[in-house]
């Protein structure tokens, strides 16, 4: 447990660092100071003054913070009024929109190097049928063995598990599936079948027997294709929250990570050190791309909170009156809060169950 707990903390702590970077190097490329630069929360374990930029490690190995110049006070007026035009309510518009926009862009560009890095040394699962399930709902609708699925609901196929994630994500509706055969397309259609026993509903078909061994080109090509596939994974697993397809034990903190984590290991231990270290950049492919959508949700207190009200004043003119955005992501904060303790909880729960 150990040793899984140090492995969440450096794919954790790298992914938060790359996620402040992007705040701070784009704010300090618009002329926006920064104040602080923060590792960890809780009381400053180490810091180290910059010329503009305190550099700090904290007691908790969670999280972090690049703190911008003149958001302590953004609801006092007469503050306001002190800040220089080298403080973030001063700035322009567009340059804060940067700036705020920039942490979660990290994320994403850390995950398509991690994803580069995975194409490269493992290969790419291609959107080939293998097996075609008797009596199945693909079987009615004419798929074969050797299929290459290009399209479904009009949607690109670049690899496999994007064609599993649909499966997977799929409770009844219809799929328009466009196959390439022999060198021509068509497309046919089918509703998944439902399986009491596993309680979703099935395709027909298995695949992700054959990969391709990438070449330089293919390598950032296929690895760009990995990204999205998290990314589209995760905003539609987020769809199916709304839609309420997804219980409270589907949801994981801090606390859950690790216990994924920890039965990682122990799976692909095993199998020696490449598998381990191949098997976590792909963990943590998809905690970055995670963190880089859930942070652009317009919530307050979160980065997606601020840029809509950034948004907002690029489109009135004028900003949304300090006092009244200070209170609303004071609020989001709040609640966010209250959301991660109830989720610390059940992950707690989950751990010693």
């Given amino acids: 447990m150990i040793i899984s707990i140090l492995i969440f903390l450096i794919i954790f702590s790298v992914i938060v660092i790359s996620h402040e970077f992007g705040h701070y190097a784009i704010a300090r490329r618009n002329g926006i100071r920064v104040n602080e630069f923060d590792i960890g929360m809780g009381p400053v374990l180490y ?13 908790l190995p969670i999280g972090g913070a690049c703190i911008f110049d003149g958001l302590d006070g953004l609801d006092d007026e007469e503050e306001q ?20 926009l920039a942490g979660p862009m990290a994320n994403f560009i850390l995950g398509f190097v ?28 004419g798929l074969q063995s050797g299929d290459v699925i290009r399209k479904i609901n ?19 509706e219809p799929l328009s599936i466009t196959i390439e055969r022999d060198g021509e397309r068509q497309t046919v259609h089918l509703i998944p079948q ?20 990438c070449n330089p080109f293919q390598v950032f090509q296929y ?26 034990d589907d949801v994981a903190g801090p606390v859950g990570v690790v216990k994924v984590v920890d039965d990682t290991y122990e799976e692909t231990a095993p199998y020696g050190p490449a598998a381990v270290i191949l098997t976590f950049l792909s963990l943590a492919t998809l905690l970055t791309v995670n963190l880089g959508v859930i942070n652009l949700l317009p ?35 709040a609640v966010l809060m209250f959301v991660m303790i109830l989720v610390l909880f059940n992950d707690i729960s989950r751990f010693f169950s």
């Fill in 47 to 59: 810091r180290k003054k910059g010329k503009e930029t305190d550099f700090c490690i904290r007691l």
């Fill in 81 to 100: 009024d002190k800040l220089d035009e080298h403080s973030f309510p001063k700035a322009p518009v567009r340059a804060r929109i940067a700036a705020v």
């Fill in 114 to 141: 991690f994803s580069v890095i995975l194409v490269a040394f493992v290969g790419t699962d291609l959107p080939v049928i293998q097996e075609v399930i008797p009596d199945s709902a693909a079987e009615e609708a």
């Fill in 223 to 248: 690895g760009f294709y990995e990204t999205g596939y998290w990314l589209k994974a995760t905003y539609k697993s987020l769809g199916l929250i709304f839609r309420g397809h997804f219980s409270k």
């Fill in 194 to 213: 439902y399986d009491e026993e596993d309680n979703r509903y099935y395709i027909g078909i298995r695949g992700a027997g054959q990969y391709l061994k």
């Fill in 299 to 333: 919530i307050p207190a979160l980065d997606g909170g601020r840029l809509l009200f950034l948004l907002l004043e690029a489109v009135r003119g004028k900003p949304i009156p300090p006092e009244k955005e200070g209170m609303v992501h004071l609020a989001g904060f």
């Fill in 154 to 172: 009009g949607e690109r196929i670049h690899i496999y598990r994007e064609v599993t994630l649909v499966s997977m994500m799929n409770y009844g």
